[in-house]
């Protein structure tokens, strides 16, 4: 498998986990930028990220995205991932901040600042050459210089709860994509039994991710479209892994119940709960909490903060 393919497969597993809801993005980008935006006070739009060169090329890069805040500021995010070490990843980054700043400026040509975009490069397989801070010297006619850097993430030493942790749900699928350099390691040695050591442990790593997530969708923390990617993400990461060295005839398969059997049985209690939710709030004026719960099957916990929320919104 060569580089190019595995960028290919990697943006191909990107563009599932970064069309998740808007909440869910707002997290990931608080996480990864140490920013503290609230949801449901920000505007975010995922922006361009093509650019035509003089030459006519396209300047690709990988995602932009737009907050526009409750004082009406827009901040630019530009994130970049890599698989490999790359000593040319910080011209590119300069290339993509720069044309952003000028697209971000508009047309006006009696601009004299220009704003680049917040940048972070995440690194996704171990090396110990990538430093936390990428940097390129720049040096100017007149002899004064300037240090562009852009910081690193580096995925490897984040694990699952992490990940959690820190809001970053969309990359959790991304823990299976780990093991990629142990098992390039182990097919060029020939270590078949290594091979299935670690196609036994992928299927580990998809469970707990897969029932992570279902977690994270019991809890509200995710919804059900966040939920469908995230499953698919871990089937396509499965798939990838399976037909480049594992060649185990049953494990997509495997994977693909075990996904199915957590999202259908998941989104349809979730879609029963929001029904009997809606079923007593039309109950609230005429029975009372115990018997809303029994009628509904709702916990009276639940009924009785129905009941309180209902009050305190006529109340306003």
């Given at each position: 498998?060569?580089?190019?393919?595995?960028?290919?497969?990697?943006?191909?597993?990107?563009?599932?986990?970064?069309?998740?809801?808007?909440?869910?993005l707002?997290?990931?980008l608080?996480?990864?930028?140490?920013?503290?935006y609230?949801?449901?006070?920000?505007?975010?739009?995922?922006?361009?990220?093509?650019?035509?060169?003089?030459?006519?090329?396209?300047?690709?890069?990988?995602?932009?995205?737009?907050?526009?805040?409750s004082?009406?500021?827009?901040?630019?995010?530009?994130?970049?991932?890599?698989?490999?070490?790359?000593?040319?990843?910080?011209?590119?980054?300069?290339?993509?901040?720069?044309?952003?700043?000028?697209?971000?400026?508009?047309?006006?040509?009696?601009?004299?600042?220009?704003?680049?975009?917040?940048?972070?490069?995440i690194f996704?397989?171990?090396?110990?050459?990538?430093?936390?801070?990428?940097?390129?010297k720049?040096?100017f006619?007149?002899?004064?210089?300037?240090?562009?850097?852009?910081?690193?993430?580096?995925?490897?030493?984040?694990?699952?709860?992490?990940?959690?942790?820190?809001?970053?749900?969309?990359?959790?699928?991304?823990q299976l994509?780990?093991?990629?350099?142990?098992?390039?390691?182990?097919?060029?040695?020939?270590?078949?039994?290594?091979?299935?050591?670690?196609?036994?442990?992928?299927?580990?790593?998809?469970?707990?991710?897969?029932?992570?997530?279902?977690?994270?969708?019991?809890?509200?923390?995710?919804?059900?479209e966040?939920f469908?990617?995230?499953?698919?993400?871990?089937?396509?990461?499965?798939?990838?892994?399976?037909?480049?060295?594992?060649?185990d005839?049953?494990?997509?398969?495997?994977?693909?119940?075990?996904?199915?059997?957590?999202?259908?049985?998941?989104?349809?209690?979730?879609?029963?709960?929001?029904?009997?939710?809606?079923?007593?709030?039309?109950?609230?004026?005429?029975?009372?909490?115990?018997?809303?719960?029994?009628?509904?099957?709702?916990?009276?916990?639940?009924?009785i903060?129905?009941?309180?929320?209902m009050?305190?919104?006529?109340?306003?």
């Amino acid at each position: 498998m060569s580089i190019s393919n595995e960028k290919v497969k990697l943006d191909e597993v990107l563009k599932f986990l970064f069309s998740t809801s808007k909440k869910v993005l707002v997290n990931l980008l608080n996480g990864i930028f140490q920013e503290n935006y609230s949801s449901d006070e920000v505007k975010l739009s995922v922006s361009n990220n093509e650019f035509v060169m003089d030459t006519f090329d396209t300047l690709r890069g990988d995602v932009f995205f737009d907050i526009l805040n409750s004082e009406s500021d827009k901040i630019s995010y530009h994130l970049e991932f890599q698989t490999l070490n790359d000593s040319t990843m910080i011209i590119r980054m300069f290339e993509y901040g720069f044309k952003k700043a000028k697209e971000l400026a508009g047309n006006n040509n009696d601009f004299k600042t220009i704003y680049f975009p917040k940048q972070k490069v995440i690194f996704f397989e171990e090396n110990k050459n990538i430093r936390d801070i990428i940097k390129l010297k720049l040096v100017f006619p007149t002899g004064d210089d300037f240090i562009y850097s852009v910081p690193v993430m580096k995925y490897w030493e984040y694990t699952d709860k992490d990940l959690i942790e820190n809001k970053m749900y969309p990359l959790l699928p991304l823990q299976l994509f780990k093991l990629r350099k142990e098992l390039e390691i182990s097919r060029r040695k020939n270590d078949i039994g290594k091979i299935k050591e670690l196609s036994i442990k992928a299927k580990e790593i998809a469970s707990i991710i897969a029932n992570e997530s279902k977690e994270l969708f019991k809890k509200d923390e995710i919804v059900g479209e966040d939920f469908h990617k995230m499953l698919l993400a871990i089937q396509n990461l499965v798939e990838y892994l399976n037909r480049n060295y594992f060649n185990d005839e049953n494990l997509e398969e495997e994977v693909i119940t075990m996904t199915k059997t957590l999202y259908d049985p998941e989104v349809e209690k979730k879609g029963e709960k929001k029904k009997a939710i809606e079923i007593a709030k039309n109950l609230l004026d005429i029975l009372d909490n115990e018997t809303i719960a029994v009628k509904t099957g709702l916990e009276l916990e639940e009924v009785i903060k129905l009941r309180n929320a209902m009050q305190t919104k006529v109340s306003n």
